[in-house]
């Protein structure tokens, strides 16, 4: 049972991952405009102040749990999962530098093909994870 948290884990994240990359992909410039017009506009947005808490209780469960049960490689998963950290903090303190860096990834053809084919690797390799260690 405590091994099915970090299968979907692994999964949830992938499919976040492919999902979007799926949308921005299909949607190209359009996407790029409503990523910077509505979810990362001029004036940080509220939603940012309650995915941040629910991302930081995310990871502190997933420790949490690393902690309490004996799932065998559990802290991969809590490990990478605790990278979110880095950009929820960005986007709390450092809101005006992720979307200038937003912005910049978003509208370079090339870093935007980048990070798309990373987040997709990395999505794989969740699945993956899922599939094979939990």
């Known amino acids: 049972m405590d091994t099915l948290y970090f299968r979907y884990l692994c999964y949830g994240w992938a499919a976040v991952g492919i999902i979007t990359r799926i949308l921005m992909l299909g949607f190209g410039d359009k996407w790029n405009e409503w990523e910077m017009k509505n979810a990362y506009k001029e004036e940080k947005p509220k939603w940012i102040y309650i995915v941040s808490i629910l991302g930081v209780l995310l990871v502190g469960y997933t420790w949490y749990m690393v902690i309490t049960t004996s799932v065998p490689y559990s802290w991969i998963i809590a490990t990478l999962i605790s990278l979110t950290l880095i950009k929820i903090s960005n986007l709390l303190f450092n809101y005006g530098k992720f979307r200038e860096?937003?912005?910049?990834?978003?509208?370079?053809?090339?870093?935007?093909?980048?990070?798309?084919?990373?987040?997709?690797?990395?999505?794989?390799?969740?699945?993956?994870?899922?599939?094979?260690?939990?």
């Not at 860096?101 to 969740?126: E, W």
């Open 101 to 134: 860096f937003a912005s910049s990834v978003l509208n370079d053809r090339k870093k935007k093909m980048q990070l798309t084919i990373s987040v997709f690797i990395m999505s794989v390799m969740f699945i993956l994870l899922g599939y094979n260690l939990y």
